[in-house]
Protein backbone atom coordinates (compact mmCIF):
# COMPACT_ATOMS: atom_id res chain seq x y z
CA UNK A 1 0.00 0.00 0.00
CA UNK A 2 1.81 3.66 -0.92
CA UNK A 3 2.02 6.24 1.80
CA UNK A 4 -0.73 8.32 0.46
CA UNK A 5 -3.53 5.80 1.19
CA UNK A 6 -1.86 4.55 4.39
CA UNK A 7 -1.98 8.13 5.77
CA UNK A 8 -5.65 8.33 4.26
CA UNK A 9 -7.12 5.59 5.74
CA UNK A 10 -5.03 6.19 8.83
CA UNK A 11 -6.88 9.82 9.10
CA UNK A 12 -10.23 8.11 7.97
CA UNK A 13 -9.74 5.59 11.12
CA UNK A 14 -8.40 8.47 13.15
CA UNK A 15 -11.47 10.34 12.80
CA UNK A 16 -13.49 7.03 14.62
CA UNK A 17 -10.85 6.99 17.12
CA UNK A 18 -10.84 10.39 17.89
CA UNK A 19 -14.23 10.61 17.96
CA UNK A 20 -14.08 7.64 20.49
CA UNK A 21 -10.98 8.27 22.66
CA UNK A 22 -10.29 12.20 23.01
CA UNK A 23 -10.33 12.57 26.95
CA UNK A 24 -11.41 9.19 27.71
CA UNK A 25 -14.76 8.83 26.31
CA UNK A 26 -16.57 5.84 26.45
CA UNK A 27 -18.37 5.67 23.28
CA UNK A 28 -21.22 2.91 21.95
CA UNK A 29 -22.02 3.93 18.39
CA UNK A 30 -21.71 6.78 16.05
CA UNK A 31 -25.49 7.86 15.51
CA UNK A 32 -28.06 9.53 13.77
CA UNK A 33 -31.07 11.01 14.90
CA UNK A 34 -33.88 13.27 13.15
CA UNK A 35 -35.21 16.27 15.94
CA UNK A 36 -38.65 17.11 14.91
CA UNK A 37 -40.24 20.80 15.52
CA UNK A 38 -42.80 19.14 18.50
CA UNK A 39 -39.33 18.23 20.21
CA UNK A 40 -38.93 21.43 20.55
CA UNK A 41 -40.74 23.26 23.56
CA UNK A 42 -42.88 25.83 22.54
CA UNK A 43 -41.71 27.08 18.96
CA UNK A 44 -37.81 27.11 18.77
CA UNK A 45 -36.25 29.70 21.19
CA UNK A 46 -37.82 33.20 19.98
CA UNK A 47 -35.34 34.93 22.67
CA UNK A 48 -32.04 34.37 20.38
CA UNK A 49 -34.11 35.26 17.65
CA UNK A 50 -34.82 38.95 19.38
CA UNK A 51 -31.12 39.41 20.74
CA UNK A 52 -30.08 38.57 16.57
CA UNK A 53 -32.82 41.35 15.94
CA UNK A 54 -31.60 43.88 18.39
CA UNK A 55 -27.50 43.00 17.28
CA UNK A 56 -28.69 43.73 13.47
CA UNK A 57 -30.32 46.92 14.61
CA UNK A 58 -27.38 48.40 17.29
CA UNK A 59 -24.83 46.45 17.72
CA UNK A 60 -21.09 48.51 16.44
CA UNK A 61 -18.92 46.23 15.08
CA UNK A 62 -18.88 43.36 12.65
CA UNK A 63 -20.84 40.07 13.68
CA UNK A 64 -19.35 36.80 12.80
CA UNK A 65 -20.41 34.78 10.47
CA UNK A 66 -24.00 33.02 10.79
CA UNK A 67 -22.77 29.90 11.18
CA UNK A 68 -20.04 30.83 14.11
CA UNK A 69 -22.91 32.49 15.84
CA UNK A 70 -25.19 29.06 15.37
CA UNK A 71 -21.86 27.58 16.84
CA UNK A 72 -21.91 29.52 19.88
CA UNK A 73 -25.44 29.11 20.62
CA UNK A 74 -25.06 25.50 20.42
CA UNK A 75 -22.16 25.46 22.87
CA UNK A 76 -23.87 27.94 25.22
CA UNK A 77 -26.87 25.48 25.24
CA UNK A 78 -24.65 22.52 26.48
CA UNK A 79 -23.01 24.38 28.68
CA UNK A 80 -26.01 24.99 30.82
CA UNK A 81 -26.44 20.97 31.28
CA UNK A 82 -23.17 21.84 33.72
CA UNK A 83 -21.73 18.05 31.95
CA UNK A 84 -18.10 18.33 30.47
CA UNK A 85 -18.75 15.65 28.09
CA UNK A 86 -20.95 16.77 26.53
CA UNK A 87 -19.86 19.39 24.45
CA UNK A 88 -20.05 20.41 20.07
CA UNK A 89 -17.27 19.76 18.14
CA UNK A 90 -16.92 21.92 14.48
CA UNK A 91 -15.88 20.69 11.74
CA UNK A 92 -11.71 21.88 12.19
CA UNK A 93 -11.65 20.87 15.80
CA UNK A 94 -12.70 17.39 14.42
CA UNK A 95 -10.54 17.51 11.86
CA UNK A 96 -7.23 18.04 14.01
CA UNK A 97 -7.99 15.49 16.21
CA UNK A 98 -7.72 13.17 13.60
CA UNK A 99 -4.96 14.01 12.21
CA UNK A 100 -3.58 13.92 16.13
CA UNK A 101 -5.01 10.72 17.01
CA UNK A 102 -5.01 8.91 13.34
CA UNK A 103 -3.07 6.18 15.50
CA UNK A 104 -0.25 6.35 12.23
CA UNK A 105 2.72 7.46 12.38
CA UNK A 106 6.58 7.18 10.20
CA UNK A 107 8.93 5.60 11.86
CA UNK A 108 10.45 2.37 12.77
CA UNK A 109 7.91 0.40 14.42
CA UNK A 110 9.12 0.42 18.63
CA UNK A 111 7.70 0.14 21.75
CA UNK A 112 10.18 1.78 24.28
CA UNK A 113 10.06 0.91 28.06
CA UNK A 114 12.51 2.16 30.50
CA UNK A 115 14.52 -0.75 32.53
CA UNK A 116 15.13 -0.76 36.78
CA UNK A 117 18.59 0.67 35.57
CA UNK A 118 16.66 3.34 33.56
CA UNK A 119 18.41 2.23 29.89
CA UNK A 120 16.21 1.71 27.50
CA UNK A 121 14.68 -1.22 26.00
CA UNK A 122 13.08 -2.22 22.70
CA UNK A 123 9.86 -3.83 22.08
CA UNK A 124 9.69 -4.12 18.17
CA UNK A 125 6.00 -4.41 16.75
CA UNK A 126 5.24 -7.37 15.34
CA UNK A 127 5.93 -7.30 11.41
CA UNK A 128 7.67 -3.69 11.52
CA UNK A 129 10.94 -2.18 10.12
CA UNK A 130 12.83 -2.79 13.23
CA UNK A 131 11.51 -6.17 13.31
CA UNK A 132 12.49 -6.98 9.90
CA UNK A 133 15.75 -5.18 10.59
CA UNK A 134 16.86 -8.17 13.37
CA UNK A 135 15.72 -6.07 16.96
CA UNK A 136 14.30 -8.31 19.37
CA UNK A 137 12.32 -7.77 22.61
CA UNK A 138 14.54 -6.43 25.41
CA UNK A 139 17.26 -4.81 22.88
CA UNK A 140 19.11 -2.34 24.59
CA UNK A 141 19.37 1.32 22.88
CA UNK A 142 22.81 2.56 22.75
CA UNK A 143 22.64 5.16 19.95
CA UNK A 144 20.63 6.74 17.33
CA UNK A 145 22.91 8.11 14.20
CA UNK A 146 25.73 7.70 16.60
CA UNK A 147 24.74 10.16 19.46
CA UNK A 148 24.69 7.88 22.72
CA UNK A 149 21.52 7.42 24.73
CA UNK A 150 21.96 7.67 28.08
CA UNK A 151 19.45 7.43 30.95
CA UNK A 152 19.43 11.28 31.62
CA UNK A 153 16.92 11.21 28.32
CA UNK A 154 13.48 11.76 28.38
CA UNK A 155 11.02 9.23 26.72
CA UNK A 156 9.64 11.14 24.45
CA UNK A 157 12.38 12.51 22.89
CA UNK A 158 14.19 9.17 22.46
CA UNK A 159 10.39 8.39 20.64
CA UNK A 160 11.23 11.03 18.41
CA UNK A 161 14.56 10.24 17.06
CA UNK A 162 13.02 7.04 16.25
CA UNK A 163 10.31 8.52 14.17
CA UNK A 164 10.38 10.64 10.77
CA UNK A 165 9.29 11.19 7.66
CA UNK A 166 8.43 8.26 5.08
CA UNK A 167 10.59 8.86 1.71
CA UNK A 168 12.55 6.73 0.06
CA UNK A 169 16.13 6.66 1.76
CA UNK A 170 14.82 8.38 5.37
CA UNK A 171 15.65 6.43 8.35
CA UNK A 172 17.67 6.16 11.36
CA UNK A 173 20.83 4.46 12.00
CA UNK A 174 20.08 2.36 15.67
CA UNK A 175 23.12 0.77 17.56
CA UNK A 176 21.26 -1.79 20.48
CA UNK A 177 23.13 -4.04 22.82
CA UNK A 178 21.65 -7.97 23.26
CA UNK A 179 23.78 -9.45 26.23
CA UNK A 180 27.54 -9.20 25.00
CA UNK A 181 26.48 -8.97 22.05
CA UNK A 182 26.50 -5.23 20.16
CA UNK A 183 24.27 -4.63 16.73
CA UNK A 184 24.00 -0.98 14.31
CA UNK A 185 21.89 -1.51 11.40
CA UNK A 186 20.45 1.64 9.60
CA UNK A 187 16.36 1.12 9.07
CA UNK A 188 14.34 3.00 6.67
CA UNK A 189 10.76 4.63 8.11
CA UNK A 190 7.84 3.80 7.68
CA UNK A 191 3.78 3.82 8.11
CA UNK A 192 3.38 2.46 11.56
CA UNK A 193 0.29 1.44 12.34
CA UNK A 194 -0.27 1.37 16.60
CA UNK A 195 -1.76 -1.70 17.41
CA UNK A 196 -4.25 -1.54 20.24
CA UNK A 197 -2.75 -4.71 22.29
CA UNK A 198 1.06 -4.86 23.32
CA UNK A 199 2.39 -8.21 24.64
CA UNK A 200 5.62 -9.87 25.98
CA UNK A 201 6.95 -12.47 28.55
CA UNK A 202 8.72 -10.75 31.46
CA UNK A 203 10.52 -12.01 34.08
CA UNK A 204 12.82 -14.10 32.30
CA UNK A 205 9.40 -15.98 30.32
CA UNK A 206 8.07 -16.76 33.55
CA UNK A 207 4.84 -13.87 33.84
CA UNK A 208 2.86 -12.61 30.75
CA UNK A 209 2.37 -8.74 30.47
CA UNK A 210 -0.16 -7.66 28.08
CA UNK A 211 -0.81 -4.00 27.50
CA UNK A 212 -4.49 -2.53 26.15
CA UNK A 213 -3.30 0.85 24.52
CA UNK A 214 -7.23 1.61 23.49
CA UNK A 215 -10.08 0.09 22.86
CA UNK A 216 -10.81 -1.08 19.12
CA UNK A 217 -12.88 -3.26 17.14
CA UNK A 218 -9.36 -4.94 16.57
CA UNK A 219 -8.83 -5.64 20.44
CA UNK A 220 -10.62 -8.31 21.00
CA UNK A 221 -8.93 -10.28 18.14
CA UNK A 222 -5.57 -8.95 19.26
CA UNK A 223 -5.91 -9.63 22.94
CA UNK A 224 -6.20 -13.48 21.63
CA UNK A 225 -3.56 -13.59 19.63
CA UNK A 226 -1.55 -12.63 22.73
CA UNK A 227 -2.54 -14.83 24.94
CA UNK A 228 -2.04 -18.01 22.50
CA UNK A 229 1.48 -16.19 22.09
CA UNK A 230 2.73 -16.11 25.70
CA UNK A 231 1.62 -19.51 26.14
CA UNK A 232 2.75 -21.34 28.76
CA UNK A 233 3.97 -17.53 30.90
CA UNK A 234 -0.30 -17.00 30.66
CA UNK A 235 -0.15 -20.07 33.47
CA UNK A 236 2.24 -18.72 35.45
CA UNK A 237 0.09 -15.46 35.90
CA UNK A 238 -0.59 -12.67 33.66
CA UNK A 239 -0.08 -8.54 33.90
CA UNK A 240 -3.09 -7.02 32.07
CA UNK A 241 -1.43 -2.70 32.08
CA UNK A 242 -4.33 -0.46 31.06
CA UNK A 243 -1.89 2.42 32.30
CA UNK A 244 -2.75 5.35 30.17
CA UNK A 245 -5.44 3.60 28.06
CA UNK A 246 -8.43 6.38 28.10
CA UNK A 247 -11.12 4.03 26.91
CA UNK A 248 -12.73 3.06 23.53
CA UNK A 249 -15.89 1.13 22.48
CA UNK A 250 -18.30 -0.74 24.64
CA UNK A 251 -18.79 -3.84 23.30
CA UNK A 252 -14.76 -4.51 22.52
CA UNK A 253 -14.35 -3.83 26.42
CA UNK A 254 -16.97 -5.96 27.51
CA UNK A 255 -15.34 -8.74 25.46
CA UNK A 256 -11.85 -7.76 26.88
CA UNK A 257 -13.04 -8.41 30.32
CA UNK A 258 -15.01 -11.82 29.21
CA UNK A 259 -11.23 -13.37 28.72
CA UNK A 260 -10.37 -12.95 32.56
CA UNK A 261 -13.58 -13.38 34.05
CA UNK A 262 -16.39 -16.54 34.71
CA UNK A 263 -19.40 -16.16 33.39
CA UNK A 264 -21.78 -13.22 34.56
CA UNK A 265 -22.11 -9.23 35.19
CA UNK A 266 -19.37 -7.24 33.79
CA UNK A 267 -21.11 -3.78 34.24
CA UNK A 268 -24.11 -2.44 34.77
CA UNK A 269 -26.12 0.46 32.77
CA UNK A 270 -28.38 3.07 33.79
CA UNK A 271 -29.90 5.72 32.22
CA UNK A 272 -33.04 7.55 31.31
CA UNK A 273 -35.20 4.68 31.38
CA UNK A 274 -34.36 2.65 34.14
CA UNK A 275 -31.24 0.43 34.47
CA UNK A 276 -29.77 -3.18 32.62
CA UNK A 277 -26.97 -5.15 32.87
CA UNK A 278 -24.56 -6.05 30.73
CA UNK A 279 -22.91 -10.11 30.89
CA UNK A 280 -19.95 -11.70 29.71
CA UNK A 281 -19.36 -13.16 26.27
CA UNK A 282 -18.44 -16.15 25.02
CA UNK A 283 -15.65 -18.42 26.89
CA UNK A 284 -12.61 -17.18 28.76
CA UNK A 285 -9.04 -18.07 27.81
CA UNK A 286 -7.47 -16.68 31.08
CA UNK A 287 -10.41 -17.65 34.15
CA UNK A 288 -8.30 -19.44 36.47
CA UNK A 289 -4.36 -17.95 36.23
CA UNK A 290 -2.97 -14.96 38.95
CA UNK A 291 -4.02 -11.83 37.39
CA UNK A 292 -2.71 -8.27 37.77
CA UNK A 293 -3.82 -5.19 36.64
CA UNK A 294 -2.05 -1.92 36.87
CA UNK A 295 -3.90 1.11 36.47
CA UNK A 296 -2.59 5.03 36.81
CA UNK A 297 -4.71 8.77 36.40
CA UNK A 298 -5.12 8.38 33.08
CA UNK A 299 -6.77 4.98 32.96
CA UNK A 300 -10.48 5.99 32.11
CA UNK A 301 -13.87 5.06 30.89
CA UNK A 302 -13.84 1.45 29.35
CA UNK A 303 -10.88 0.55 31.24
CA UNK A 304 -12.03 1.33 34.48
CA UNK A 305 -14.49 -0.48 34.19
CA UNK A 306 -12.58 -3.49 32.98
CA UNK A 307 -10.51 -3.10 35.58
CA UNK A 308 -13.31 -3.12 38.18
CA UNK A 309 -15.18 -6.05 37.25
CA UNK A 310 -11.44 -7.68 37.52
CA UNK A 311 -11.55 -6.89 41.15
CA UNK A 312 -15.12 -6.97 41.73
CA UNK A 313 -15.57 -10.75 40.73
CA UNK A 314 -12.52 -12.10 42.56
CA UNK A 315 -10.03 -12.58 39.44
CA UNK A 316 -7.32 -9.66 40.27
CA UNK A 317 -5.90 -7.08 42.35
CA UNK A 318 -5.14 -3.22 40.92
CA UNK A 319 -1.79 -2.17 41.49
CA UNK A 320 -0.90 1.81 40.57
CA UNK A 321 -2.58 5.38 41.23
CA UNK A 322 -5.86 6.04 41.14
CA UNK A 323 -7.98 6.17 38.26
CA UNK A 324 -9.59 8.98 36.47
CA UNK A 325 -12.87 8.67 36.71
CA UNK A 326 -14.78 8.12 33.57
CA UNK A 327 -17.80 5.99 33.94
CA UNK A 328 -20.45 7.97 31.74
CA UNK A 329 -20.85 6.60 27.59
CA UNK A 330 -21.59 9.16 25.23
CA UNK A 331 -23.32 9.21 21.96
CA UNK A 332 -21.86 11.22 19.14
CA UNK A 333 -24.18 12.49 16.51
CA UNK A 334 -23.35 13.84 13.78
CA UNK A 335 -24.98 16.85 12.07
CA UNK A 336 -25.27 17.94 9.16
CA UNK A 337 -22.55 20.67 8.02
CA UNK A 338 -19.97 17.74 9.39
CA UNK A 339 -19.82 18.70 13.11
CA UNK A 340 -20.83 16.91 16.03
CA UNK A 341 -22.12 17.00 19.53
CA UNK A 342 -21.54 14.34 21.75
CA UNK A 343 -24.20 13.73 24.32
CA UNK A 344 -23.89 11.80 27.77
CA UNK A 345 -26.98 8.89 27.64
CA UNK A 346 -25.95 6.81 30.37
CA UNK A 347 -23.58 6.54 33.39
CA UNK A 348 -21.77 2.87 34.47
CA UNK A 349 -21.14 0.83 37.82
CA UNK A 350 -18.80 -2.06 38.81
CA UNK A 351 -20.34 -5.76 39.02
CA UNK A 352 -20.62 -4.39 42.83
CA UNK A 353 -22.41 -1.44 42.07
CA UNK A 354 -19.50 1.31 42.55
CA UNK A 355 -19.86 4.17 40.77
CA UNK A 356 -16.57 5.72 38.63
CA UNK A 357 -17.66 8.99 37.62
CA UNK A 358 -16.33 11.37 38.91
CA UNK A 359 -14.66 8.99 41.86
CA UNK A 360 -12.16 6.27 39.84
CA UNK A 361 -10.81 3.36 41.42
CA UNK A 362 -8.46 3.20 44.36
CA UNK A 363 -5.45 0.44 43.27
CA UNK A 364 -5.00 -2.36 46.13
CA UNK A 365 -1.36 -1.57 46.11
CA UNK A 366 -0.42 2.24 45.52
CA UNK A 367 2.49 3.34 43.85
CA UNK A 368 4.24 6.47 43.51
CA UNK A 369 5.59 6.57 40.02
CA UNK A 370 9.31 6.98 39.56
CA UNK A 371 10.18 10.64 38.24
CA UNK A 372 12.99 8.84 36.15
CA UNK A 373 10.53 6.89 34.29
CA UNK A 374 11.20 3.36 36.00
CA UNK A 375 8.75 1.46 35.52
CA UNK A 376 7.49 0.50 39.54
CA UNK A 377 4.15 -0.41 38.93
CA UNK A 378 5.41 -3.59 36.43
CA UNK A 379 7.98 -4.43 39.07
CA UNK A 380 5.51 -4.52 41.90
CA UNK A 381 3.16 -6.73 39.60
CA UNK A 382 6.08 -9.10 39.09
CA UNK A 383 6.79 -9.28 42.74
CA UNK A 384 3.27 -9.88 43.88
CA UNK A 385 3.27 -12.89 41.11
CA UNK A 386 6.42 -13.92 42.62
CA UNK A 387 4.68 -14.34 45.89
CA UNK A 388 1.46 -15.62 45.13
Known sequence: MSYGRSVLWGMLLGLVLALAFAGGFFVRELSSMSVSASALEDSG??????????????????????TQRQYAAIRGMLSSLGDKNTFFIDPPVA?????ALAGTYGGIGVQIKRNAQGLFELYPFADSPAARAGLKDGDLL????GESITPAFQMDVVDQLL?????????????????????EVFIEFAVINIPSVIWRAVDQGRFAYIQIVRF???TPSELEAAINDLQPSINNGVILDLRNNSGGLLDESIK??????PPGVVIYEKNRHGERSFETVGGGLVLDKPLVVLVNNRTASASELVAGAIRDRGRGILIGQQTFG??????????????SVHITSAEWFTPNRTPIDSVGLSPDIVMIPNPDGVDVELEEAIRFLQRN
Not at 95 to 99: D, F, K, P
Open 163 to 183: RGEVKDGNGVTVSVARGSEAL
Open 45 to 66: YPLLDEVQELLDQVYLRQQPDY
Open 216 to 218: TNR
Open 326 to 339: KGSVQQIFSLSDGS
Open 256 to 261: VASQFI
Open 142 to 145: RAVN
Open 95 to 99: RSEAQ
